[in-house]
């Protein structure tokens, strides 16, 4: 398993600079007229009650602290590092992810981004793999796809679209809802929607605050509780 997912990321990465290398011409005339970019290092913490991706505790429903640094290389390509802890049945501790992203601003309401995550687990590597997406972000609204090659630590490949929109109720306030969709290979199992509606206010000193719903349209085919309905709380800080 490790070699073909080693493969598979590799093209993956591959396929990544090729269209940052074919992208970057087009835009250099839309750059010049632009500032010059600048090569700088941003990041994000954040304390959560319940770390829910796709519907799906990753934690056991227990609290998490996430950790986002990226390098940005100019406004189109960043390198970074993404890490949780996360707790299934005790048997990882800590998720890794290596992330590469491409951005292209097709307007001045609309981008769309290209990028792949390495997953790696702590202390074992049942569940390493990769994500690809695709996310393309117009005004208020949302689209992404993702392909993932081990799905829930299944070794079976899976596909996710997702549909949201995020609301400014004030200058402080905003709602954000998500619908997905999760396409799974595995045996036993089906696939489900996913929503998710949160209320976001923002604080001083780069602080947001969320209260969160999530509920998944089939909770009970997954073990211990893994897809019920779960509210959580959080707070982050960017730099």
């Not at 991706?53 to 609290?63: A, C, E, I």
């Not at 996710?160 to 045996?187: C, H, Q």
Request: net charge neutral; glycine share 8%.
């Amino acid at each position: 398993m490790k070699y073909r997912c080693f493969y598979k990321l590799t093209l993956k990465l591959s396929l990544l600079f090729t269209s940052l290398l074919l992208c970057m011409p087009c835009l250099a005339q839309q750059e010049a007229k632009s500032e010059v970019p600048t090569f700088k290092m941003n990041g994000e913490i954040s304390l959560l009650s319940n770390y829910v991706k796709h519907g799906l505790t990753q934690t056991n429903k227990d609290p998490s602290l996430q950790g986002a640094f990226g390098f940005n290389f100019g406004p189109q390509f960043k390198l970074g590092l993404w890490g949780s802890n996360v707790n299934y049945d005790s048997t990882e501790h800590f998720l890794l992810k290596i992330n590469a992203e491409l951005r292209v601003q097709v307007s001045t309401i609309t981008d769309f981004k290209l990028g792949v995550f390495d997953n790696h687990y702590f202390k074992t590597s049942t569940r390493d793999g990769n994500t690809t997406y695709l996310a393309i972000t117009s005004q208020e609204y949302r689209v992404r796809y993702e392909s993932e090659t081990n799905w829930e630590g299944t070794d079976e490949s899976s596909t996710y679209f997702s549909f949201g929109k995020t609301t400014e109720l004030s200058p402080s306030w905003k709602w954000d809802n998500e619908i997905g969709y999760t396409m799974v290979s595995a045996a036993n199992l089906t696939n489900y929607f996913d929503l998710r509606t949160s209320f976001i206010y923002k604080g001083g000193n780069n602080l947001l605050y969320q209260i969160t719903g999530t509920t998944t349209s089939a909770p009970t085919q997954f073990s211990n509780g893994q897809g019920d309905v779960a509210i959580l709380i959080g707070a982050s800080t960017s730099f």
